[in-house]
């Protein structure tokens, strides 16, 4: 799993995140006009991490930016995306790029749930022409009030988690999508819909576990509704699941096993090139999704050309979204290799340092002591991080936050203060 | 001033406003396809008050509507606003009504600030063939990193505020906003922008002094621009000051006196009758433009058939953005008539009850020791609530909230729990 140590945070991560991607597509701070973040990793609850990235954009003049942040668990990064996706379609478009944030640090109180965090910014350029298209008539989304993953405990950085009810939740959202989505696309295609209509599923992934119960569920669904994906041997093996209501088959074992089984490879065809990063980093909040999507782009490239994707979005309390996107090769800069290549995951993934779990500990228990305090001053220690890297310098007695940037490797630097 | 007694929060008042708009203007809960809700005021940092506001959809069987809640101090509601406009406009709507929720609790610490507080909700419909309609190309932000106001103590409600340096930043994004629109006026009509193209000027209104300093602003900038909204006894007054730097401007007081004197008839005429809700309930946050628009819509009502309308929005941090609304009278039962029949504004301020200061005090110490904290039942006293107001029952040991409906006139009872 991924933390921020002292010296880093959503802001900072989010900051990196931003320059690298301007700087590696070579594109003009004035070109973007509009900046979205998704994010529940809480640092002011008034003030917005874009007003923050703002920083980046002020310095060439360009002030005339929208969006804000979309706040909801693990969905913001989606509501943010979708935001961006319809200003472009919309009559305010002004021809410029929009650019959407997904930051977060996952981090958890001692116990089961704390070694399934993660952290991470995640930045993605929305515009015309777009390698990555949006079916935006194939999406569906369930939305209800749930107490399953929440942070009402305002002094701290911890949730509250039920977790069993927190997979229920996700599982409940997941089919209520499903079906809907399928719903629309037979009245829009009049054929139906089942996983064999899409080459990949991308899951949020809180922990790979709950994607392999996921797309099992998905197949589960498609033999309940006798579709063509799932062949007569495996629609016999989970018959006998038919019966069950609803709460009975989220909790059920044998439904379980057995649906993995039959989805076992289509699980390792159509989801396993999904899951590199999310397994290495952990569980990354708003930034899971796209990470999986990356994963993805990283592990297919350009075999991705021609094929529909299905991604699924869940944020506890809960939002969740089922959509579709249609992957082509594209042009250069904005096609899927050099999209693979800027992402350079492997290097990425190689060029991590590692801590002892002590290490973590300590930090975790700073972290505690900082969360909403000022007066600070961090280390300054940037040894760690990759040239580039934006990082923490001091939180002020008035509680403002001071970063710099840690030279590229050119010798460029750029000071906060 | 309006301010939230120990039974309502953001939530209930929320419920109250999206219920009643629903009901008053007979909408089936089928019908909203998107909900986005705007505040500043964070009773949980993961889940979304949107996720609040589902409850009163699942009963329907509607759980696919879109949105989360949009956070950036007082402008959440207008980035929420246009998030809606924006899908209604993009191949993602679905022909379905959105709805836009602004709702804050406006708390200082005891101290000057204290006094300007206030508390609101307001529900927005969005939709086709409305009375109010968006000229979206007519349209210009400024957003900067900025320290003005923020909320960095996550376990205090109050803010931290640097009041002189949130006046300097809200005249300079306004100064900005202004000739941005203008400029982008001039390049599509061909000719000047001037406050002579609007018929009314809505603000963002913290307090009116702030106000009607704007709305001088704009008049100043009118002088320097040499436009002929302004005669010239007027630019002869103010042409003293145009040598003035942008930040000496900012705090000049006898350019502050001259050109309020000079504005003076325009902002009788143009900005007068737009003050009236923001005056009596003091400062609303998110809903704070939209209440300052619905005094305009009461005060003016069919008169604003044909008129343009210019809105600015600002949210310290800091997100501002001036924008121009034409308004028709419309049809049955969206018109302006019927709007402002269904907000019945003069008998909902008369119906108010008047507190004596002591027992804000009180309430405010009482709010202090329950921000953020678990298990207790409030006095559950809703007799001076309206009918159908939802109202706080209490916060259980897992921090979960829960609300009741005070009975509507004909008796009907909801209960949260």
Same mark, same amino acid.
């Given at each position: 799993?991924?933390?921020?140590?002292?010296?880093?945070?959503?802001?900072?991560?989010?900051?990196?995140?931003?320059?690298?991607?301007?700087?590696?597509?070579?594109?003009?701070?004035?070109?973007?006009?509009?900046?979205?973040?998704?994010?529940?990793?809480?640092?002011? !609850?008034?003030?917005?991490?874009?007003?923050?990235?703002?920083?980046?954009?002020?310095?060439?003049?360009?002030?005339?930016?929208?969006?804000?942040?979309?706040?909801?668990?693990?969905?913001?990064?989606?509501?943010?995306?979708?935001?961006?996706?319809?200003?472009?379609?919309?009559?305010?478009?002004?021809? &410029?790029?929009?650019?959407?944030?997904?930051?977060? %640090?996952?981090?958890?109180?001692?116990?089961?749930?704390?070694?399934?965090?993660?952290?991470?910014?995640?930045?993605?350029?929305?515009?015309?022409?777009?390698?990555?298209?949006?079916?935006?008539?194939?999406?569906?989304?369930?939305?209800?009030?749930?107490?399953?993953?929440? !942070? *009402?405990?305002?002094?701290?950085?911890?949730?509250?988690?039920?977790? !069993?009810?927190?997979? =229920?939740?996700?599982?409940?959202?997941?089919? %209520?999508?499903?079906?809907?989505?399928?719903?629309?696309?037979?009245?829009?295609?009049?054929?139906?819909?089942?996983?064999?209509?899409?080459?990949?599923?991308?899951?949020?992934? *809180?922990?790979?576990?709950?994607?392999?119960?996921?797309?099992?569920?998905?197949?589960?669904?498609?033999?309940?509704?006798?579709?063509?994906?799932?062949?007569?041997?495996?629609?016999?093996?989970?018959?006998?699941?038919?019966?069950? =209501?609803?709460?009975?088959?989220?909790?059920?074992?044998?439904?379980?096993?057995?649906?993995?089984?039959?989805? !076992?490879?289509?699980?390792?065809?159509?989801?396993?090139?999904?899951?590199?990063?999310?397994?290495?980093?952990?569980?990354?909040?708003?930034?899971?999704?796209?990470?999986?999507?990356?994963?993805?782009? /990283?592990?297919?490239?350009?075999?991705?050309?021609?094929? &529909?994707?299905?991604?699924?979005?869940?944020?506890?309390?809960?939002?969740?979204?089922?959509?579709?996107?249609?992957? &082509?090769?594209?042009? /250069? *800069?904005?096609?899927?290799?050099?999209?693979?290549?800027?992402?350079?995951?492997?290097?990425?993934?190689?060029?991590?340092?590692?801590?002892? *779990?002590?290490?973590?500990?300590?930090?975790?228990?700073?972290?505690?002591?900082?969360?909403?305090?000022?007066?600070?001053?961090?280390?300054?220690?940037?040894?760690?991080?990759?040239?580039?890297?934006?990082?923490?310098?001091?939180?002020?007695?008035?509680?403002?936050?001071?970063?710099?940037?840690?030279?590229?490797?050119?010798?460029?630097?750029?000071?906060?203060?």
């Amino acid at each position: 799993m991924g933390f921020c140590t002292e010296v880093e945070d959503v802001i900072s991560m989010s900051m990196t995140a931003v320059t690298s991607l301007l700087e590696k597509y070579n594109i003009d701070p004035k070109q973007i006009g509009r900046l979205e973040v998704g994010s529940e990793t809480v640092l002011d !609850k008034s003030k917005s991490i874009k007003t923050f990235l703002m920083q980046i954009f002020e310095e060439s003049g360009n002030t005339d930016i929208e969006g804000v942040d979309s706040t909801n668990a693990c969905y913001g990064g989606t509501a943010a995306l979708f935001n961006c996706v319809n200003w472009v379609e919309s009559s305010s478009w002004d021809g &410029r790029y929009g650019l959407v944030v997904c930051t977060d %640090s996952a981090v958890y109180a001692e116990g089961p749930a704390r070694p399934t965090g993660g952290a991470a910014a995640i930045a993605m350029l929305v515009g015309p022409d777009a390698p990555i298209v949006f079916e935006s008539k194939l999406r569906a989304s369930h939305m209800a009030h749930a107490y399953d993953f929440y !942070k *009402p405990n305002l002094a701290s950085e911890y949730p509250v988690v039920d977790g !069993k009810l927190s997979q =229920t939740c996700y599982l409940m959202a997941l089919d %209520s999508c499903y079906k809907n989505l399928s719903h629309k696309y037979e009245k829009m295609e009049g054929k139906k819909f089942s996983i064999a209509e899409a080459a990949y599923f991308v899951f949020h992934s *809180p922990y790979n576990k709950l994607v392999q119960k996921s797309f099992a569920r998905l197949v589960f669904n498609d033999a309940l509704s006798d579709a063509s994906s799932i062949d007569e041997a495996g629609k016999e093996k989970l018959s006998p699941f038919s019966s069950l =209501t609803g709460d009975e088959s989220y909790q059920n074992r044998d439904l379980e096993k057995a649906s993995q089984l039959v989805a !076992k490879p289509f699980y390792d065809e159509k989801v396993g090139p999904t899951t590199l990063i999310p397994k290495q980093v952990g569980n990354m909040y708003t930034a899971s999704l796209y990470a999986a999507f990356a994963s993805l782009i /990283h592990n297919k490239t350009t075999a991705l050309d021609g094929k &529909r994707v299905i991604l699924f979005s869940y944020g506890s309390g809960l939002s969740a979204t089922m959509f579709s996107l249609r992957l &082509r090769e594209g042009q /250069h *800069p904005f096609s899927l290799s050099k999209i693979a290549s800027v992402m350079n995951v492997s290097e990425k993934l190689k060029s991590r340092h590692e801590f002892p *779990p002590e290490k973590f500990v300590e930090t975790m228990h700073l972290m505690e002591q900082r969360y909403g305090a000022n007066n600070f001053v961090t280390s300054k220690d940037c040894s760690l991080l990759a040239p580039g890297t934006y990082y923490l310098l001091e939180v002020d007695s008035k509680y403002r936050r001071f970063y710099a940037k840690k030279a590229l490797a050119n010798g460029s630097l750029a000071n906060g203060h």
